[in-house]
């Protein structure tokens, strides 16, 4: 059997990681600012993370959400302290996309109505809604369309009142930083319309927190910058650190009922054990700190590199655009310079590297970047 052929591989094989030190099988070694899409959130095989699965493992790995584990609520529970929503709920799921597919059934299920609002450019995920509410068509079906999904201009406080107060939308979408659409932040007057519209028409706005939670901005949650309490946020990639684990936290606003939503691994023993690890690391090596620090000194680093036409970005989440296409420009880091980067479009490198990353790093980044764009 052969793989499924949907992505295009670097002929790299990774095979062994460290914080933010990658090996491959050849035994080069690679700086990782890319963080395998914002995933790594703590460090790769942080020894406290490894440690703890470890344990976990040694005593039970899974069993099914019909029974108890007290590790679910000690999870919800720090993560309720932590990001500043003690009064919400938590529902485990695995992914992202599966994360936006549950706040909007959610949503729906609450207000029962079906019509989305989402933004130009943004990405919520591949699967059914979650693709809809993806301004992609690209990767789009015909079995997703059929979604009542409406895409509006990004940070457009009119556009949004025009379509919120016709009273009949289920939801509002909206990443608290566009990351796949390289790096938007959204302006906080927007977001505050945006809490304020759909409390005024009984919409609910979900702030899908994905890529852009767990500190990755400088704070808990990217859209905490702008002061507004969403309804429903969506958390995945950073949560696990690499294993795989999401969820949606809930207003106390919003009630539940027995078989409303339902999950076979969400939650699961060791699941859990890796989110409870990452809050922990988290929280004793004052990781959001640093990533309001050094993505700081980044960014401000970067203003000098030649042919960068804009640096968009908050905390440890930044893209880097140039007047020119990066193809090669992030080649070149990657096979010249041993730095994994990510893009976005033709123009723009983005920047997602784990929250411990240091200043010492983003000097050889920087140093890097200079060489290869005055040798260009």
């Not at 932040?185 to 706005?205: C, H, I, N, R």
């Not at 606003?253 to 054990?273: D, E, K, Q, R, V």
């Not at 411990?356 to 790093?361: D, L, P, R, Y």
């Amino acid at each position: 059997m052969n793989l499924f052929d949907v992505y295009p591989l670097f002929n790299i094989e990774p095979i062994k990681a460290h914080l933010t030190t990658i090996w491959d099988k050849e035994g080069k070694e690679y700086l990782d600012f890319y963080g395998g899409h914002a995933v790594i959130s703590i460090g790769h095989s942080h020894p406290y993370y490894v440690n703890a699965l470890t344990q976990q493992l040694q005593k039970i790995g899974f069993y099914s959400n019909s029974v108890q584990n007290q590790l679910q609520i000690d999870v919800a529970d720090k993560l309720g302290k932590m990001s500043g929503y003690e009064d919400y709920s938590l529902f485990f799921c695995n992914s992202g996309a599966e994360a936006n597919e549950n706040a909007l059934k959610v949503a729906s299920f609450t207000n029962k109505r079906s019509k989305v609002i989402s933004f130009r450019q943004s990405f919520h995920g591949r699967t059914s809604g979650a693709v809809a509410a993806t301004d992609n068509p690209a990767i789009v079906s015909p079995f997703n369309a059929v979604h009542h999904i409406q895409f509006l201009p990004w940070n457009d406080i009119a556009a949004a009142e025009q379509a919120i107060s016709k009273g009949d939308v289920c939801a509002v979408i909206i990443e608290g930083i566009q990351g796949v659409s390289g790096i938007n932040v959204p302006d906080a007057a927007f977001l505050q319309a945006l809490e304020s519209l759909t409390k005024q028409y009984g919409t609910f706005l979900i702030l899908d927190e994905i890529q852009s939670g767990y500190g990755r901005s400088g704070k808990f949650f990217a859209h905490q910058f702008a002061g507004i309490r969403p309804d429903i946020i969506t958390v995945a990639k950073g949560m696990g650190n690499g294993f795989p684990i999401a969820g949606v936290l809930i207003s106390p606003s919003i009630p539940s009922s027995y078989g409303m939503l339902g999950t076979t691994f969400g939650g699961n023993h060791l699941a859990c054990a890796a989110a409870m690890a990452v809050l922990d690391v988290i929280e004793t090596e004052d990781l959001i700190h640093n990533a309001a620090v050094v993505g700081e000194y980044l960014m401000n680093e970067a203003k000098g590199l030649p042919g960068i036409k804009e640096i968009r970005g908050v905390g440890l989440m930044v893209g880097l655009e140039f007047e020119m296409p990066v193809a090669d420009l992030r080649k070149k880091l990657l096979f010249d310079h041993g730095i994994f980067t990510g893009y976005s479009g033709k123009n723009t490198i983005r920047l997602l590297p784990p929250l411990c990353i240091t200043k010492n790093e983003v000097d050889r980044l920087i140093s890097s970047l200079n060489k290869v764009l005055q040798n260009n």
